[in-house]
C-alpha cells in the first residue's frame, strides 16, 4: 500500500515537473516571439523610413537637373546676345565691351582685392587726358578673410579717395567715364578747385564687391 503511493507521488511529482518544463518553454517562446516581433518591426519601420528618405531624395535630385538645363539655356541666352547689356560689343576689347557674363563678374566681384580696385580706376582715368595725383584707400583684406564665402552675400563698399589734375573739360570726362563704368561707383563727394585751365577734382566715393555664394550642402542621419 505503501509502496503505490509512493510510486503515484513520484508520478505526480514528475507530471508537475513537466506542466512547469512545459510552461516555462511557452513562455520563453512568447517572450522571443514577441521581441523577435518588436525587432522586426522597428527594422521594417527604419526600411521604410530609408526608402522614403530615398525617393525624397531622388525627386529633388531630378528637380535639380531640370532645374540645371533651365539654367544653361538661360546662361547661353544672357551671355549670346549680339549686343551686351551696356550697348557694347561682346566680342571687342573697349571700355564698354565684352559678354554679359564678363561684365557682370566685373561689376561686382566676388573677391575683396583693393589693388584690383586701384588698377581699374589707373586704367578708367588714364585715358581721359588728366594727370593722377593720387588714389588712396583702405587695404582691408586682413578683416575681409571672414567675407569671402556666404550662403545668403550682400554687396560690400569698398572706400577710396582719388585726385586728378586737367582741365575743364578733361575733368568732366572723368566723371562721365565713373558713370558709365561697367563697375558701380557711388560719387560721396566731389570738390573743385582752379579755374578752367587747371582744375583739381578730388572725389570721395566707394564701389562694391559681393562675397561668392557658398553652397551649403546639409546631411541628414535617419533614425
Known amino acids: 500500500m505503501a509502496g503505490s503511493i509512493s510510486v503515484k507521488r513520484s508520478l505526480i511529482e514528475k507530471s508537475n515537473a513537466t506542466v512547469v518544463a512545459v510552461t516555462a518553454g511557452a513562455c520563453f517562446a512568447v517572450v522571443f516571439c514577441v521581441v523577435a516581433g518588436l525587432s522586426l518591426l522597428g527594422q521594417f519601420s527604419y526600411q521604410s523610413r530609408i526608402?522614403?528618405?530615398?525617393?525624397?531624395?531622388?525627386?529633388?535630385?531630378?528637380?535639380?537637373?531640370?532645374?540645371?538645363?533651365?539654367?544653361?539655356?538661360?546662361?547661353?541666352?544672357?551671355?549670346?546676345?549680339?549686343?551686351?547689356?551696356?550697348?557694347?560689343?561682346?566680342?571687342?576689347?573697349?571700355?564698354?565691351d565684352g559678354s554679359n557674363t564678363k561684365i557682370v563678374l566685373d561689376a561686382l566681384p566676388s573677391r575683396y582685392d583693393y589693388p584690383a580696385l586701384a588698377t581699374s580706376l589707373e586704367h578708367v582715368l588714364s585715358s581721359q587726358s588728366v594727370q593722377i595725383q593720387s588714389i588712396?584707400?583702405?587695404?582691408?583684406?586682413?578683416?575681409?578673410?571672414?567675407?569671402?564665402?556666404?550662403?545668403?552675400p550682400a554687396p560690400q563698399p569698398m572706400p577710396f579717395q582719388l585726385v586728378v589734375l586737367g582741365n575743364y573739360s578733361s575733368i568732366q570726362n572723368v566723371v562721365r567715364a565713373l558713370e558709365r563704368s561697367v563697375r558701380p561707383f557711388q560719387v560721396q563727394t566731389m570738390e573743385l578747385a582752379g579755374d578752367q585751365s587747371q582744375l583739381t577734382?578730388?572725389?570721395?566715393?566707394?564701389?562694391?564687391?559681393?562675397?561668392?555664394?557658398?553652397?551649403?550642402?546639409?546631411?541628414?542621419?535617419?533614425?
Not at 69 to 86: D, H, K, M, V
Open 136 to 152: 588712396t584707400g583702405t587695404d582691408d583684406a586682413v578683416n575681409q578673410v571672414s567675407n569671402q564665402s556666404s550662403t545668403a
Open 51 to 96: 526608402i522614403g528618405a530615398d525617393k525624397k531624395a531622388l525627386k529633388q535630385l531630378q528637380h535639380n537637373v531640370e532645374a540645371t538645363r533651365n539654367l544653361e539655356t538661360s546662361y547661353a541666352a544672357f551671355t549670346g546676345t549680339p549686343t551686351n547689356i551696356i550697348g557694347g560689343d561682346p566680342h571687342g576689347t573697349g571700355p564698354q
Open 201 to 223: 577734382l578730388t572725389i570721395t566715393a566707394q564701389t562694391y564687391w559681393q562675397p561668392a555664394v557658398a553652397l551649403n550642402t546639409p546631411t541628414e542621419t535617419i533614425k
